[in-house]
Structure formats: structure tokens, C-alpha cells
């Protein structure tokens, strides 16, 4: 089993910054890379970055390519996602995930409880 537990999100203005942190705990060395992704009302689950625990390579979906970092720090086990210039459409629930190799494929099997983040206008 892998644990994740997502810091608390927050409100803030449009053109702010916020950070995330997702701390990742359990077997984490079954764990391939960690994922955020987030969930607007309405919407469906979106992808929104991941990085690599070896060798740290990250991914982007392109709307907060440019906004949004993505890093890890290995030795906490812990995932950050800093957000910069943030927008009112950013808004939603935020996850983090766990990757994992199950029966020969990468898959997100778990999941923390979720953020809120909220970004007025």
C-alpha cells in the first residue's frame, strides 16, 4: 500500500501563487512517479503534472506549462506542486498520485483525499 496526504489548498487571488505538498508514505519504493491532478465541478479528472522519483523528469499538461513547477524531495518523500500566476479556471480539487507497475503497466493506483483550491477574480 502507498499512502499520499495532500496539504491543505486555499483561496487566492487570480495572478497568486500557492504551494501543494504531497507527502507519500507506505511502500513508496513501489512507487514510479507521483501525478497531480485535479477535478473541476462538472468536469472531468484532469491530468496536470507528474515527475519521476529517479532521475525527476516532469510532465505538463499545456495550460499551466509556463505556471506551474512540479518537484520532489526524495529524501521526505514528499511531491510539491508550486502554482504561480494563477487563474480563476484553475480552480477544482487537486490529487496527488501514486504511480505504480501493475501487471506490466504504469498506473495511477492511489490516491490522496484531495485539495480544495479556489481562485477568485
Known amino acids: 500500500q502507498v499512502h499520499l496526504v495532500e496539504s491543505e489548498g486555499g483561496l487566492v487571488q487570480a495572478g497568486g501563487s500557492l504551494r501543494l505538498s504531497c507527502i507519500v508514505s507506505?511502500?513508496?519504493?513501489?512507487?514510479?512517479?507521483v501525478g497531480w491532478f485535479r477535478q473541476a465541478p462538472g468536469k472531468e479528472r484532469e491530468f496536470v503534472a507528474a515527475?519521476?522519483?529517479?532521475?525527476?523528469?516532469?510532465y505538463y499538461t499545456d495550460s499551466v506549462k509556463g505556471r506551474f513547477t512540479i518537484s520532489r524531495n526524495n529524501a521526505k518523500n514528499t511531491v510539491y506542486l508550486q502554482m504561480n500566476s494563477l487563474k480563476p479556471e484553475d480552480t477544482a480539487v487537486y490529487y496527488c498520485?501514486?504511480?505504480?507497475?501493475?501487471?506490466?503497466?504504469?498506473?495511477?493506483?492511489?490516491w490522496g483525499q484531495g485539495t480544495q483550491v479556489t481562485v477568485s477574480s
Open positions: 498520485a501514486a504511480e505504480v507497475l501493475r501487471q506490466g503497466s504504469y498506473t495511477y493506483d492511489y
Open positions: 507506505g511502500r513508496t519504493f513501489s512507487s514510479y512517479a
Open positions: 515527475i519521476k522519483w529517479s532521475g525527476g523528469n516532469t
